[in-house]
């Protein structure tokens, strides 16, 4: 994952990525892993999806897609789509190009990250804090991590 110092004038968004429906794939935990991520504001949709898909131990291997509702993906009223930028038919726009504050603009904001249409790994991505870079980090990184993801893929997969 590429990691860069924050611009001048630039914010860090801390964006909290939860594991959703975690217990159906994994039956013995009851906690939901998640990361908090320290993100500058003006990256791209497609980089925290990177920085997410990363900070789960998962390959970035796969389409995605972030959608404000939550619970019903395919029933957004704003989403943004890799399809788009990848010449893909789709109703919304491209995550390539998108910024992150431009998405995520006030705290609170939530969008479910969906990432693989074929495994269906859901995430919920909120918006929980903005700060001032700190002098020589680089970014993005994982502020926060509690519990162990799960396998992306059964060990009987071939990659």
């Given at each position: 994952m590429r990691t860069r110092k924050a611009k001048d004038g630039e914010k860090i968004y801390l964006i909290k990525v939860i594991l959703k429906r975690f217990s159906d794939r994994v039956?013995?935990?009851?906690?939901?892993?998640?990361?908090?991520?320290?993100?500058?504001?003006?990256?791209?949709?497609?980089r925290l999806a990177e920085a997410i898909v990363y900070s789960f131990d998962f390959?970035?291997?796969?389409?995605?897609?972030?959608?404000?509702?939550?619970?019903?993906?395919l029933d957004p009223d704003e989403?943004?789509?890799?399809f788009a930028d990848i010449g893909e038919?789709?109703?919304f726009k491209?995550?390539?190009?998108?910024?992150?504050?431009?998405?995520?603009?006030?705290?609170g904001k939530k969008m479910l990250f969906l990432f693989d249409y074929g495994d269906n790994w859901e995430f919920i991505v909120e918006l929980i804090g903005v700060e001032s870079p700190k002098e020589g980090e680089k970014y993005p990184f994982v502020l926060e991590f509690v519990g162990a993801a799960p396998t992306q893929y059964s060990?009987?997969?071939?990659?």
């Open positions: 039956k013995a935990s009851k906690v939901s892993p998640y990361r908090v991520l320290a993100i500058p504001e003006g990256l791209t949709l497609y390959w970035f291997d796969h389409c995605f897609g972030f959608y404000d509702n939550i619970n019903r993906w989403g943004y789509e890799l038919e789709s109703e491209g995550v390539e190009k998108t910024k992150v504050n431009k998405v995520f603009d006030k705290i060990e009987s997969v071939d990659l």
